[in-house]
């Protein structure tokens, strides 16, 4: 497509032909145009232009997915500039944040107003926007996504409008619950929080044979229960998890489970393994090394049989790969996209090293955990089909429906999301 560039936009701060990249290098583009709006004006102004010069828009927050969502070569809006929590309705418990805000920024102003999200997952660099559109979590099969906490959106749609989406149109809200930026721009969200919280972190080493002796009690008891599992020594070091005294990691868990306790700022302990601090303060991992990831999800009562599946994958296929295989649970939801729709979830995390070919890996994991009737993180890594995510997702020709009206030109659709969801 050519684009003249002269066709700029005056009154948005504006580079053009700017290369972007994302965080795991493994996806990349030239927009004709990159645009910080700092106003909801500017966004409908951005959008209209769109429209006009039959531009397709895409939005970024973090860049943190590891999918070709964000790829355009006609208009890439970034919304760093439109961030802060706006406020809290402290009967409903529930808390409006601009589209644009990292995650980052939202424990510490509703901690002092109250109140926290439910959980969080391993970073809390991503925009609140990126992490609802694709279904991003934590761990506990009692929490939720941060889809799953939406309950209002604000969004300018395909027709340069601004709309309203709140519980009185459950349906358009379930769409746009996990929408991966193709309903419109999020320029407001509400979410359900709760009580503010104090956690407690207990790290464990367990074999893998305790690892499943425990396995149900350790789910259900815990309110974040999770686990890396390691294959080699050199895969604990890769994440640099400390090994107990004179033992092997080889075919034992890194286990993190953290609960709620009842204590104040006083009682804060910063020890590696046994921290107590505010929630938002605990969630967020520290060190990350480069990673190209693929997350799977299979239902919680095949978990087990997974995550061995994998394990054996490894040890006959690949023993080449030191990755740890993660493993989280997420409680079931409504959202039509959502890989959480109406069923509680074991989550299987595996990652290849960038630059080299892990390819043949990744695929030999789609195969073994598609028998498990799994659905796929939409900003990992996977190998979904528009057939294929038909067939798992019972309600995607509503999503479709919902989608077609508010863009029926579909100038939110790349290459990528296109394929899937045109
Ligand atoms: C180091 C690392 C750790 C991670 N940890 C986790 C984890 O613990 N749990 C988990 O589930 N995932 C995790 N992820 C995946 C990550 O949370 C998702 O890919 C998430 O979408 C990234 O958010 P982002 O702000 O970077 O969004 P981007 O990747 O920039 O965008 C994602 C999608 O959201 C859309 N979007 C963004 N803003 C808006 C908006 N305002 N309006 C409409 N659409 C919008 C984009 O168009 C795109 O389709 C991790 C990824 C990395 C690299």
Request: proline share 5%.
């Amino acid at each position: 497509m050519t684009i003249d560039t002269a066709h700029t936009l005056p009154t948005v701060d504006c580079d053009t032909h700017k290369p972007w990249s994302n965080w795991g290098g493994n996806q990349t583009a030239t927009p004709a145009f990159t645009v910080r709006p700092t106003t909801d004006d500017e966004v409908v102004d951005i959008v209209r232009f769109a429209i006009r010069e039959g531009l397709q828009i895409r939005v970024v927050g973090a860049g943190h997915s590891f999918t070709p969502l964000v790829q355009t070569g006609g208009i890439l809006v970034d919304l760093s500039g439109l961030s802060g929590v706006t406020g809290v309705n402290a009967e409903a418990k529930r808390a409006r944040v601009r589209g644009g805000t990292p995650i980052s920024e939202i424990g510490g102003d509703l901690w002092d107003l109250g109140f926290a999200l439910s959980n969080q997952g391993d970073i809390d660099k991503q925009s609140i926007s990126g992490a609802i559109s694709t279904g991003t979590h934590g761990s506990g099969i009692d929490l939720g996504s941060f889809s799953a906490s939406l309950r209002w959106v604000r969004l300018v749609n395909g027709h340069g409008e601004i709309v309203e989406i709140g519980e009185d149109q459950i349906d358009e809200l379930r769409a746009a619950q996990v929408a991966l930026g193709t309903l419109g721009i999020f320029l407001e969200v509400e979410l359900q929080v709760v009580d503010r919280y104090y956690l407690q972190e207990r790290i464990t080493y367990p074999t893998w044979s305790q690892t499943v002796s425990t396995w149900d009690e350790d789910i259900d008891g815990n309110r974040h229960y999770s686990f890396l599992w390691c294959q080699q020594d050199a895969s604990a070091a890769l994440y640099e998890l400390p090994t107990p005294e004179g033992e092997s990691m080889v075919n034992r868990s890194y286990t993190k489970r953290y609960n709620a306790v009842d204590v104040d700022d006083t009682d804060a302990d910063h020890t590696e393994g046994s921290r107590r601090d505010r929630s938002y303060r605990i969630y967020p991992g520290g060190f990350m090394i480069p990673f190209h990831e693929l997350e799977y999800y299979v239902p919680r009562e095949h978990g087990r049989a997974a995550v061995e599946a994998v394990q054996d994958l490894i040890r006959d296929v690949h023993p080449d790969q030191e990755y740890p295989i993660e493993v989280r649970w997420v409680k079931g939801d409504e959202g039509l996209l959502s890989p959480f729709y109406h069923r509680d979830t074991t989550v299987v995390s595996v990652s290849g090293a960038p630059g080299t070919n892990y390819w043949p890996y990744l695929r030999d994991v789609d195969a073994v955990l598609s028998q498990f009737d799994a659905r796929a993180h939409w900003g990992k890594i996977h190998f979904m089909t528009r057939e294929r995510i038909a067939r798992i997702y019972p309600e995607f020709e509503k999503f479709v429906d919902i989608r077609r009206r508010f863009d029926p030109n579909g100038i939110f659709l790349n290459d990528h999301t296109r394929a899937l969801l045109a």
